[in-house]
Nanobody, 125 residues
Framework: QVQLVESGGGLVQAGGSLRLSCAAS????????MGWFRQAPGKEREFVAA????????YYADSVKGRFTISRDNAKNTVYLQMNSLKPEDTALYYC??????????????????WGQGTQVTVSS
């Protein structure tokens, strides 16, 4: 069992930056690849970024590539999402998730076993 708690969301102007954090409980954090997803009102949950267990493999949605950076610190049981050059269309509830250890598909929400409660990111124009 893994419990995930996101933080760092807030209101920011377009062009600004935010850093999201996701703290995981338990000593098994390092066995999970981690992902960030987001969901805007009236839209489906969408993949944002993912990072492998050792941090060597990283994946981004095309919409955030070059602006967002995912990273992890296994010693602190934490995964981060640095978001720069934010746009109003980045406004959403952002979730972190722990991937099923047997899965190799990073961009599909149903491949993730554990989810946080989400943190709201609002970008004003």
């Amino acid at each position: 069992q893994v419990q995930l708690v996101e933080s760092g969301g807030g209101l920011v102007q377009a062009g600004g930056s935010l850093r999201l954090s996701c703290a995981a409980s338990g000593r098994t954090f390092r066995i999970y690849a981690m992902g960030w997803f987001r969901q805007a009102p009236g839209k489906e949950r969408e993949f944002v970024a993912a990072i492998s267990r050792n941090g060597f493999s990283i994946y981004y949605a095309d919409s955030v590539k070059g602006r967002f950076t995912i990273s992890r610190d296994n010693a602190k049981n934490t995964v981060y999402l640095q978001m720069n050059s934010l746009k109003p269309e980045d406004t959403a509830l952002y979730y972190c998730a722990a991937q099923n250890p047997s899965s190799r598909t990073y961009a599909t929400a149903d491949q993730y076993d554990y989810w946080g409660q989400g943190t709201q990111v609002t970008v004003s124009s």
